[in-house]
Antibody, heavy 120, light 108 residues
């Protein structure tokens, strides 16, 4: 069965960086794009960007340009999202999800979420 | 940039029909997907491509899209349907995913 398993919760200080992993199983990792979405407590879903595990191509939301980097390691079917220059407003649950095809398709499987807390 | 507008909340009695709207400029030209999110859980796809259901999603969930409004309709609402619902599109003009603000469905 398709599964996306994310790394555990993180606590970071302002100005630091965080790297969240998303390990895929149950399907061919390189055949489906991975997208990242975050959700602050009590707030809605916010799209951060997409990555093609096949080519490594990426597309980032304008809001995160220059601060986010999405990468992958195809040998272990794992995608990564790194967010730098963290501030308190980045405190949120970060989700990875699989796009059913390329990045403009629906997101049919989601990771369990990773809570990132930014606090001094 | 393109904006999707959802009502913050919708309330419905068990057994009745809930309709959650998603407004956008000429949204009928977009492909709309819908997600259900229960507290403490990741979102789950319930309707895709305007009106298709993933396997395992009850037929009570249906979608439509015309004019400036897309809709998610839940028939014979059950207590277990209480959740937040989000609409989503791909904006090909700016190559961005857009989510609506979300609608909290309360089952009275």
């Amino acid at each position: 069965q398709v599964q996306l398993v994310q790394s555990g919760a993180e606590v970071k200080k302002p100005g630091a960086s965080v790297k969240v992993s998303c390990k895929a199983s149950g399907y061919t990792f390189t055949n489906y794009d991975i997208i990242w979405v975050r959700q602050a407590t009590g707030q809605g879903l916010e799209w951060m960007g997409w990555m093609s595990p096949n080519s490594g191509a990426t597309g980032y939301a304008q809001k995160f340009q220059g601060r986010v980097t999405m990468t992958r390691n195809t040998s272990i079917s794992t995608a990564y999202m790194e967010l730098s220059s963290l501030r308190s407003e980045d405190t949120a649950v970060y989700y990875c999800a699989r796009a059913d095809g390329d990045h403009n398709r629906p997101f049919d499987y989601w990771g369990q979420g990773t809570l990132v807390t930014v606090s001094s | 940039s393109y904006v999707l507008t959802q009502p913050p909340s919708v309330s419905v009695a068990p057994g009745q029909t809930a309709r959650i709207t998603c407004g956008g400029d000429n949204i009928r030209t977009k492909t709309v997907h819908w997600y259900q999110q229960k507290p403490g859980q990741a979102p789950m796809l319930v309707v895709y491509d305007d009106s298709d259901r993933p396997s395992g999603i009850p037929e009570r969930f249906s979608g439509s899209n015309s004019g400036n409004t897309a809709s998610l309709t839940i028939s014979r609402v059950e207590a277990g349907d209480e959740a937040d619902y989000y609409c989503q599109i791909w904006d090909g003009i700016v190559d961005h995913v857009i989510f609506g603000g979300g609608t909290k469905l309360t089952v009275l």
